[in-house]
């Protein structure tokens, strides 16, 4: 049951976000329900997505694990190592600098590195569909905004070094937070020590 919600929140949260890929549909819904409708809208869609996603995988974990290979133990510290550098470029998007400037999608890119750690060191069924979707969908999105011939939102201000360092310690502080306090007592699987 577990893995069946989680699949169904994959496919709203993931249906919901491929519309922004679909520039002329994303267009006659704003269209339709005006700017503020949309994103409502595409907010209570995506979070509820989010939750069945959640308490799904939760679920599955609890009640029907299945294994489908098994990782070697060098998988777990090669996802470790790589981890701090997802949460660092998810924070570059948000803290733009020449961290933004250079990758240009720098959310996409940490997406894409944590759901490929995550791929690596986890080797059940469950893992592989949640963490695959995710990679699918940042590769998908991606090569969608090569194509987009509209500009988008309007360009928010880049700004030099200084923003790359609160962007590193900012997303330092928030992988430690992550890896040390969310990840053991949220879902359950320390990640150090373990």
């Given amino acids: 049951m577990g893995l069946g919600v989680m699949i169904v929140g994959l496919v709203l949260f993931f249906g919901t976000h491929l519309v922004t890929t679909r520039r002329e549909l994303r267009a006659r819904l704003i269209a339709a329900r005006g700017a503020a409708g949309y994103k409502i809208g595409y907010s209570l869609l995506s979070a509820l997505g989010l939750v069945l996603i959640v308490w799904g995988f939760a679920h599955y974990r609890a009640t029907g694990w299945i294994d489908v290979w098994y990782p070697p133990v060098a998988m777990r510290h090669i996802a470790l190592a790589v981890m701090p550098f997802a949460v660092i470029l998810v ?59 509209d500009p988008g939102a309007p360009p928010i201000p880049v700004g030099g070094v200084g923003n790359d360092v609160i962007a590193v310690v900012l997303g330092l502080v928030i992988y430690l937070a992550l890896a040390l306090v969310f990840h053991p007592f949220v879902i359950g699987v320390p990640v150090m020590g373990a």
């Fill in 91 to 149: 924070v570059a998007s948000y803290v733009r600098g020449r961290i933004y400037a250079k990758l240009k999608h720098p959310m996409l890119a940490g997406i894409k590195l944590w759901a490929l750690a995550h791929l690596l060191a986890n080797g059940d069924l469950g893992s592989i569909v949640l963490f695959g979707s995710f990679l699918a969908w940042a590769v998908f999105d991606r090569i969608s905004l090569k194509r987009r011939s």
